[in-house]
């Protein structure tokens, strides 16, 4: 199972904000952005911070996808 933050992107699209705007004021650092990019889990913290930036739940901003193999 992995996680997915295509919901996150798709966020970010429509407010026309870009991943630089959302590290800066959600507080994360750059390497959390690089992991989500990547696809890999990051702490609830981080998670938590993108969704008080946002206003949003954390559901809206990510979710897990079965590796189907």
């Not at 997915?4 to 630089?20: E, G, S």
Request: proline share 0%; net charge neutral; glycine share 6%.
């Amino acid at each position: 199972m992995s996680v997915c933050y295509d919901k996150l992107w798709k966020i970010l699209i429509d407010r026309k904000m870009n991943r630089t705007e959302l590290k800066d004021m959600a507080g994360i650092s750059f390497n959390v952005l690089a992991k989500m990019g990547k696809g890999e889990a990051v702490s609830l913290e981080s998670l938590h911070k993108i969704c008080k930036s946002l206003n949003c739940d954390i559901g809206d901003v990510m979710e897990f996808a079965n590796d189907e193999r």
